[in-house]
């Protein structure tokens, strides 16, 4: 991971690993104040958040979230009317609010969280490179998506300016940074996996001469589609990645993420069906690609019932196999751990890895033979649905973090659980990057 990281970080194309740079050179710590807002735009809705920060020590005064689900015919036409669509509402919604700003003349400033591919041009612009996630409108591609929202926030008459353009592991790295300095990285396990961290400007080869006020940028890595011939691959993988729509795509994420690893288990258990008695006549229940979804995965893989009730439920009431024996129902359970504790492996690594291209992995310490107790802390931000819901995948990935570090310097590297990284962090972005500051 280390080694590619360098890769992408020499040239565009160099690795499997994209390495973007977005940009954000500072990161929020704390001493913000005042009322910023986010607008993250998903799939199939969009979210915006206000923000009313206390000005010290991390307090955040206020904070109210308004989801809006996105009218099916504005994601197939004009950016225009999609743009003027979610201006409308977010200005429905600060008058709504009706926040007491002191100077109502005073600009607003948002942090706009895009999840889809960008050429990042500016801390707050980007190209769209393409759309993803079911959303295709032609003429936004090759637009700048800022000046496109700034535009339509003007047409409403909104008073209101894009402060950051992020993508989501971004936001939630700002939000560890608020709540604790030492953050240095952030890690995204939800339908998707991706990460991001605080690179050094020198070590960004392929943009010599880039400025940046703090000496570091915000690399996004886009892990998620990190391969390496050091990774090795089940026939299982291979065969997942072949006949998936993104074939050669997002090859670590599918080894990985929430979107995945129940379809792992799925194809697993349904080969060992298909090829023992051991599910008696019922194989054929677990044909179907994607029926087993990683929340249920999950669920069975936690039953801790001495006679695995809740793994005879779920393969019962979701798969409709009956009387699944107890022998078989324990094997189910066996895979959802080797699958699920080799996906939270990897993640160690990757993280890992980062901790290793930025030097705090604690190898030079070894090298300069520090002594006990002076490694620097090191914390990981880590969000999403995957890794926040479920436990032993948690556990597995602590207890691989130490396996590989040593517990020495284990002690030093922390993973701190956010969330809403999307929403709460790009807000705070939006307040470090403020042009009112
Ligand atoms: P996003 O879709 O933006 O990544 P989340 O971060 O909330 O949203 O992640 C949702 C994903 O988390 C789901 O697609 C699912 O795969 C996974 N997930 C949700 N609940 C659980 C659970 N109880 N156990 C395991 N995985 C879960």
């Known amino acids: 991971m280390a080694v590619e990281m360098q890769a992408g970080l020499a040239s565009d194309g160099g690795s499997k690993l994209k390495m973007l740079l977005t940009f954000v050179d500072s990161l929020p710590d704390g001493q913000e104040m005042g009322i910023y807002y986010s607008l993250d735009l998903g799939a199939t809705n969009f979210r915006v958040l206000q923000l009313e920060l206390g000005g010290r020590n991390s307090m955040i005064l206020r904070h109210k979230v308004e989801s809006h689900p996105i009218p099916r015919y504005l994601m197939t036409g004009k950016i225009e009317d999609l743009f003027d669509f979610i201006a409308m ?35 707050s612009s980007g190209i769209l490179i393409r759309w993803t996630k079911g959303i295709s409108i032609e003429n936004a591609i090759g637009k700048d998506v800022t000046q496109c929202l700034e535009e339509a926030m003007s047409r409403r008459g909104l008073n ?48 010599r001469g880039l400025l940046t006020n703090s000496g570091g940028m915000v690399v996004n890595m886009e892990w998620g589609s990190f391969l390496s011939s050091h990774l090795p691959r089940t026939s299982y993988d ?33 080969r060992m069906a298909r090829e023992s008695d051991i599910f008696g006549d019922a194989a054929h229940f677990m044909s ?33 196999m009956q009387d699944v024996p107890l022998r078989a129902r324990r094997m189910v359970v066996r895979v959802c751990d080797i699958v699920a504790r080799r996906a939270a492996r990897l993640v160690a690594a990757g993280i890992v ?32 649905g995957l890794y926040a819901s479920y436990e032993l995948f948690r556990e597995y990935l602590k207890e691989a973090v130490a396996e590989i570090l040593g ?5 030093n ?24 500051r």
């Open 288 to 320: 179907a690609p994607f029926s087993l979804r990683t929340p249920l995965m999950a669920a069975m893989h936690e039953d801790d019932s001495p006679d695995l009730k809740e793994v005879a439920k779920i393969l019962r009431e979701n798969l409709g």
């Open 353 to 384: 890895g980062i901790l290793k291209k930025i030097g705090r992995d604690g190898s030079d310490g070894v090298a300069t033979g520090r002594t006990k107790g002076e490694f620097r802390r090191s914390v990981i931000a880590v969000e999403g």
């Open 238 to 270: 291979i065969a997942l990645d072949d006949e998936s729509p993104n074939r050669n795509e997002q090859g670590f994420e599918k080894m990985i993420s929430g979107m995945y690893l129940g379809e792992i288990v799925r194809r697993v258990l349904y």
């Open 413 to 436: 590297v922390v993973l701190r659980t956010f969330e809403d990284g999307s929403g709460i962090g790009a807000a705070l972005l939006a307040a470090s990057h403020s042009s009112n």
């Open 89 to 123: 509402t977010l200005q429905s919604i600060i008058d709504k609010n009706g926040v007491a700003e002191h100077n109502p003349d005073l600009r607003r400033e948002l942090g706009f969280t895009f999840s889809f591919p960008v050429r990042q041009t500016s801390a």
């Open 160 to 207: 209101m300016r894009v402060a950051v353009l992020v993508n989501d592991t971004v936001g939630s790295l700002a939000l560890g940074h608020y709540h604790d300095e030492d953050t240095v990285a952030a890690v995204v396990i939800g339908t998707g996996t991706n990460a991001c961290y605080v690179e050094l400007r020198e070590a960004i080869i392929k943009s």
């Open 407 to 411: 517990e020495e310097v284990a002690r």
